[in-house]
């Protein structure tokens, strides 16, 4: 597994004295209120402030003091060490650790790689296969069970069939 989890990524300078816009990739962008240190573009950094409007989120960092230094860190990711991660839900799984899953069917039928995952109002998963990528929703009765560290994630053939789209 992964040591480390990506929790946001920055998206642009805001204002003049430093502070960033964070794109958080959490269920829930005020989980990004709990990290006083992270790793940004692979360093360790400390957050002097948070501050979180509906779903935008505002990092001050230690040592960007300035419009230009905060440019520098445009696109850059934000991640923490695993261990520091808050808990997870039973039937909750990070992406970094679905991403690589290979995914059969209830009827062993394989379907391929999780190669991404994109959410928009529910969890889009794109699998590599012999055929190409398929997309999915993550649909409630899709999944019938998810194993991690053998990375094998097992789903309903006839749900699966109802809600795939494969690309040309």
């Not at 695993?82 to 290979?102: F, H, Q, S, T, W």
């Not at 394989?110 to 055929?131: A, L, P």
Request: with cysteine; hydrophobic share 40%.
């Amino acid at each position: 597994m992964n040591n480390k989890l990506i929790i946001g990524a920055i998206v642009k300078p805001q204002g003049i004295k430093g502070e960033v816009k964070v794109k958080a990739l959490t269920d829930n962008p005020q989980e990004l209120e709990e990290y006083k240190e992270v790793y940004i573009g692979g360093e360790r950094q400390k957050i002097l402030n948070i501050k979180i409007v509906g779903s935008e989120v505002f990092y001050v960092i230690k040592g960007i003091a300035d419009r230009n230094a905060a440019e520098l860190l445009r696109g850059k990711l934000i991640e923490i060490d695993r261990n520091e991660a808050m808990p997870l839900e039973e039937g909750r799984y990070y992406v970094i650790d679905v991403i690589g899953c290979k995914v059969i069917t209830d009827t062993g039928k394989e379907i391929g790689i999780v190669k991404e995952i994109n959410s928009i109002s529910t969890d889009i998963y794109t699998v590599t296969s012999d055929k190409g990528e398929v997309r999915f929703p993550f649909v409630k009765d899709l999944l019938i069970k998810m194993d991690i560290k053998n990375k094998i994630m097992t789903i309903s053939e006839k749900r699966f069939n109802e809600v795939s789209v494969y690309e040309d």
